[in-house]
């Protein structure tokens, strides 16, 4: 059974424990304004456990300890959540927002670590990654959370949402800097499409819906799957109370995205919008590839290519395109630049649905065009790579990118620090075990550790 299932092979499958190794060994030199954690979350189903679809299998968030050029501590530990001991997520009072497999990110916010999953509460973690339980924002979280919130880089807020198959189908919510949810606001006019992620620029907050949309006949477990029937559109809604009231829905050409890379207003207001979408056949290949049906493509994000949407609010137009031919996914940036144009972003490279091309993480420069790919050899998988500042930092791109490697051939994992500027490796840490392939991260430093304020 295993053997049919993608998810559970190769550089996807689980380790059967939880361990804690210290005193890394390094090579090359550690900066050492990196002192925190890196943290990586995944879908790592217990031994003897096959679930029906990647995203079904339980969270495990993996945790790298640097301490001022060392390389202290790795664990790995399950999120220990109602379902990874086998609690349903639908009851018959309706579903149980606790009863998560909180695999696929993990944050900081307000000095709490949150392990994610969009259809459920957020699950609070200590700095060793024990679970601490499920978290609700002290009771005003009433319905589910999304994997994908964005905290502002000016004020510090979190923005997020929750997206549901039924109305209200879509709830948005900001906490404060301290933790507390202080609005909250059903948007009018959205659908029962999937909404994995959203965007946030300086004066907005920008939906996207795409043709993936709930499907009460699909039974992998995720009762979504494409629809022709479903409008494609994006939504644009003013920051701040009453901006629900605003809302404005605007037509786009079919497709899906999952991750966002950045969106920003530029000079003549119109907001523009970019990340790595799927046409019917490139999200056919993928979800067959999640879900583990014969016809499927080699890897679970095939022909997902880079597009922009530039929105004019002025005349309700919106002109897009595909900005890059290389397949393409998990987007990240210096987070610093959230909300605002940046020059520079990161992602990692797949081989196409015919296998061609290789695993590499990927820098592209939006204002020359430029592409320039760091490879990371054959039989190698990087992780999303995660931007860290650099101390002293003047440049958008000073800094590193962090990324931990599955490596086959030699059954082991390092994490990799590279120069975010020239995409030269300048330390590997060799990790006690391969570390299954997984889907988001953070990095939190040790300032960011003292808890919420009072």
Known sequence: MTADKPYLTGHYTPVADEVTATELTVEGTLPPELTGRLLRNGHNPKPGVTPTHWFKGSGMVHGIRLREGRAEWYRNRWVHTPALDGAPYMTEKGPDFTASPAGTHIIEHAGRLLALCEANFPFELTPELETVGAYDFDGKLRGMMTAHPKEDPVTGELHFFGSSPFPPFLTYHVADAKGRIVHSAEVPGATASLKHDFAITRRHVVFVEGNVTFDPTEHSGIPYGWSDAQPARIGVMPRGAGGERQVRWFSIEPGNMLHVSNAYEDGQGRIVLEGPTVDREGFRLSWNWWIGAPDRGTEPNTRSYTRRWVIDLATGTVDEQIIDDLAVEFPTLNEN???AENRYQYAVS???????????????????GARRIHQVGDARLPSEAVFVPAAGATGEDDGYLLTVVSDLKQNASQLLVIDASGLDRIATVHL????????????VPDTDLNGPTA
């Open 432 to 443: 006690p075990r391969r570390v299954t392939a997984g889907i988001h991260g953070s990095w």
């Open 337 to 339: 630049y959230l909300g």
């Open 350 to 368: 797949f081989p196409d649905e015919k296998g061609f091309g290789g695993y590499g993480v990927v820098k592209y420069d939006r204002t020359t």
